[in-house]
């Protein structure tokens, strides 16, 4: 019996890479990226934190589960040209002031419960912090 085998041409498998790597990077994977990303620096003392990305008028994601006395960060990752954005509680538990592009805000959660917050100048901008 005799066994023949075949070869892909390299032509064929190094044209395909691109498309490949395109696949993997493609801008409706945007459910899977990460809130804060190489478009939006880590702040250093974010170590321990959840972090919430503030990006194309929206706050990503836009709810946060956390065990009391956890910290939340929000990293405003819009362009330089955009309004600054908030990040501002519906109740009075909190509110980061004005925050412009690449700015940083950490809030401490001790009590627990459902908080819900949104952005001062754009108020249709909403998330919810449920601390547990």
Same mark, same amino acid.
């Given at each position: 019996m005799r066994y023949f085998r075949v070869k892909a041409p390299k032509l064929v498998v190094f044209s395909a890479l691109p498309f490949l790597f395109l696949a993997c990077f493609?801008?409706?994977?945007?459910?899977?990226?990460?809130?804060?990303?190489?478009?939006?620096?880590?702040?250093?003392? *974010?170590?321990?934190?959840?972090?919430?990305?503030?990006?194309?008028?929206?706050?990503?994601? *836009?709810?946060?589960?956390?065990?009391?006395?956890?910290?939340?960060?929000?990293?405003?990752c819009e362009p330089a040209d955009t309004e600054a954005h908030t990040s501002t509680s519906d109740g009075p538990a909190w509110d980061s002031g004005s925050m412009a592009s690449g700015a940083v805000f950490t809030h401490t959660f001790n009590q627990t419960g459902t908080l819900p917050y949104h952005c001062e100048p754009h108020p249709f901008m909403k998330g919810t912090v449920i601390v547990e």
């Open positions: 493609s801008e409706k994977s945007d459910a899977l990226r990460p809130p804060v990303d190489a478009e939006c620096r880590i702040p250093v003392g *974010a170590a321990g934190s959840t972090l919430v990305a503030i990006r194309d008028f929206a706050f990503v994601p *836009a709810q946060v589960r956390v065990r009391a006395g956890e910290k939340v960060t929000w990293v405003n």
